[in-house]
């Protein structure tokens, strides 16, 4: 591509205005962006960002979550777009709406990460659409593929994609040479990624609705609560992502994820779940598809269908509210008041007195027997109680034979 006119030294890059100020696309990633601006005045990428930036680095990190003020304002300057539209191509602009705290150099709740090593992504934390890349008049990356909800493209009904059909790559189209089809080609194998094939699902298909109201959610940023009124987005939110890491693994995800599967209709190609997977951003999109169906199908019909679920299988708050720090109060309030089950410990004289049947019958009251005869765990979790053992014969007395109880 030829470049414009007086842009090929810095000078094309200092006036009030660049040569070439377009502007975002609707919902356009940050970092789509920059490679179309690199690319419409005929530059190397790299060698636009420096000259944009004079020498800050901007590759080597997650620039869609890291971007700051400076690199905003001169974008915003430079193209004449306002700052806050400039903003709202950055993920740090879901803060508030979608999580309560964005984190620009770790982990954030929602956001898919993309292991950025030496300018490379090693992770699948961009998805795409193939269709709608081959119908867009130019090419350009969704800001909300980038977020874990997401997993199918409502306009097509299909399953997006997050890596290249024939390497299996995750995408890295700012390492590609700059024209006009660059930011569509895998940068590993050279595979246009607008001819991946993408079947079609009727299971898929059945949850466009959800994600429509996802994403309704968020940009209304604002939500119906049963019984509450309205909430704000990133409450609901925070307990959409709770259920989806209880459904992913722990000890009582198998008994969830069971009555779930009635309702949702995978099973043949369900994938396998580990207690590892409760990091839903690091999933795949049909897992992550099939854990939010089976998520919001909990909270359809909000509460009794949840509290239903979880006294019959008994899931109690301490199962519901694990490693939640603040959990919201309308979801808090409701699992305290109808899924509370305090967990049983049992008296000193209920342990000496099972001690002592645990003798009568002739057997050694170790620890393990008498909790099993009180149906508990543990039964010194709590509890401290004295219990002697009975006399021994040094000589008879084995390690293996002592009574794990002691004074």
Known sequence: MRAPDNISGTEGLSGKLWPVHIKPLEDELLSSWLVRLARA?????????????????????????????????????????????????????????????????????????????????????????????????????????RLAFVTLCEKHGRLLLDRCPRCKSPVNFHRNQIDKKSITLCFRCG??????????????????????????????????????????????????????????????SVPLRLVTSVS?????????????????????????????????????????????????????????????????FWYWRVIHEQLYEPSYSPSDLEVEAAVSYTRKLGKVPRERIVSRLLGVNQVFRKKRARVVAPPRTASRERASDRPSIHP
């Not at 795409?128 to 350009?140: A, Q, S, V």
């Open 264 to 328: 949702v209709r995978w099973k043949a190609d369900e994938p396998r779940f580990t207690q590892n997977d409760n990091e839903i951003e690091t999933l795949g999109p049909r897992g992550r598809c099939i854990l939010l169906s089976r998520g919001m199908w909990l909270l359809v019909d909000w509460p009794p269908r949840l509290v239903g679920v979880g006294r019959k299988h008994g899931i109690w708050s301490s199962a519901l509210l694990r490693d939640m720090d603040r959990p919201p």
């Open 191 to 252: 595979k246009d990624l607008r001819e991946a094939p993408q079947p079609s699902d009727i299971r898929v298909r059945a949850q466009v609705g959800q994600q429509v109201f996802l994403l309704k959610t968020l940009s209304d940023g604002w939500v119906m609560i049963p019984g509450s009124g309205p909430v704000y987005s990133h409450f609901y939110f925070d307990v959409l992502h709770q259920l989806m890491r209880l459904l992913a693994g722990g000890e009582r």
């Open 41 to 145: 005045h005929g530059l190397r990428l790299h060698t636009f960002c420096d000259l944009a930036w004079r020498h800050k680095p901007i590759w080597n990190r997650d620039i869609d979550k890291s971007a700051d003020e400076e690199i905003l304002r001169v974008l915003s300057e430079k193209t004449a777009t306002p700052i806050e539209r400039v903003r709202q191509t950055t993920l740090a602009a879901y803060e508030g709406w979608l999580y309560e705290k964005h984190n620009p150099y770790g982990n954030t709740k929602w956001i898919m990460p993309v292991g950025v090593y030496h300018r490379m992504r090693k992770r699948p934390g961009l998805q795409y659409c193939p269709m709608c890349l081959r119908e867009d008049e130019d090419p350009y990356f969704r800001r909300r593929w």
